[in-house]
């Protein structure tokens, strides 16, 4: 699903120049969770960042899904971007003066991927998904900071994309709306979406297939983990959507 290949990326300040990442080199199954953790500084959001097309590298190759990411220039790296990644941020990043369903409609829209009818009822049936379908006409204002990352991640998934990027989903939360949009990733993943997440909290990351440490811009590790929510065989993606409504 993800495969990058010696990838560097330098950024030039006052004082000088800084490496953020140093030749690192990943492979990312389709189907996979996998959580980038490590201390500040070490390289986590400048990767996640590479890989969304956010920002493009000083070296190296970036391809999701057979697509070149590093090699698109920024208006074919927009519609690709628009249709394939959903990124999830820690502030939920939903625009303020839009109701909770229009901010899901939202991508659908950029990208014309559905008729205005066909992009409300699947953004109706998104919210449903995460728990907070009457939630749909307020304004993210009105919702609590764990309704907010449920209509980001709905949002996220407006365009069906094969890959979501969640940066720190939880680090605004409690401890029990984290577990809870913990369990709704882990449940896409085993829909078959591949999920990475950066978590500076390696007890959460513990929730994913594999854990890659980054430390001074370079992998210092990668372990494969044991998640403590169930696998598939015990919980389909409905039961993993229903925890997290609750």
């Known amino acids: 699903m ?9 950024y030039s300040g ?37 890989i969304a097309g956010i920002d493009k590298p000083s070296a190296g190759i970036v391809r999701v899904d057979g697509a070149n990411v590093s090699g698109l220039d920024e208006s074919r790296l927009a519609v690709w971007r628009g249709r394939n990644v959903g990124v999830v ?12 369903l229009e901010n899901v409609m939202l991508p659908m829209d950029f990208c014309a991927t559905h008729e205005p009818r066909e992009a409300r009822l699947r953004a ?16 993210p204002s009105a919702l ?6 449920r209509a980001a991640i709905a949002r996220a998934l407006a365009n069906d994309p094969p ?6 989903p939880t680090g605004n939360l409690d401890s029990h709306t984290a ?8 449940g896409l993943s085993r ?48 039961h993993s959507l229903e925890l997290a409504a609750k």
């Open 144 to 149: 609590s900071g764990g309704q907010q990352q």
């Open 124 to 139: 109706i049936s998104l919210l449903e998904k995460v728990g907070i379908a009457d939630q749909a006409d307020k304004l």
């Open 89 to 100: 941020f820690q502030f939920f990043q939903l625009l303020p003066t839009l109701t909770v």
């Open 2 to 10: 993800i495969v990058i290949q010696s990838l560097s990326k330098t």
């Open 191 to 238: 829909a078959g979406k591949t999920i990475v997440m950066v978590t500076h909290e390696r007890d959460l990351a513990q929730h994913a297939d594999r854990v890659v440490t980054l430390a001074d811009g370079k992998v210092e590790n990668q372990a494969t983990s044991k998640p403590r929510i169930a696998r598939l065989d015990e919980y389909d993606l409905a």
């Open 14 to 50: 006052t004082n000088g120049d800084f490496k953020a990442l140093d030749g690192v080199s990943l492979h990312f199954r389709p189907g996979e969770f996998v959580a980038i953790v490590g201390k500040s500084g070490s390289g986590k959001s400048t990767l996640i960042n590479l």
């Open 179 to 186: 577990d809870a949009v913990l369990a709704l990733l882990v």
């Open 163 to 168: 890959l979501i990027i969640a940066d720190e």
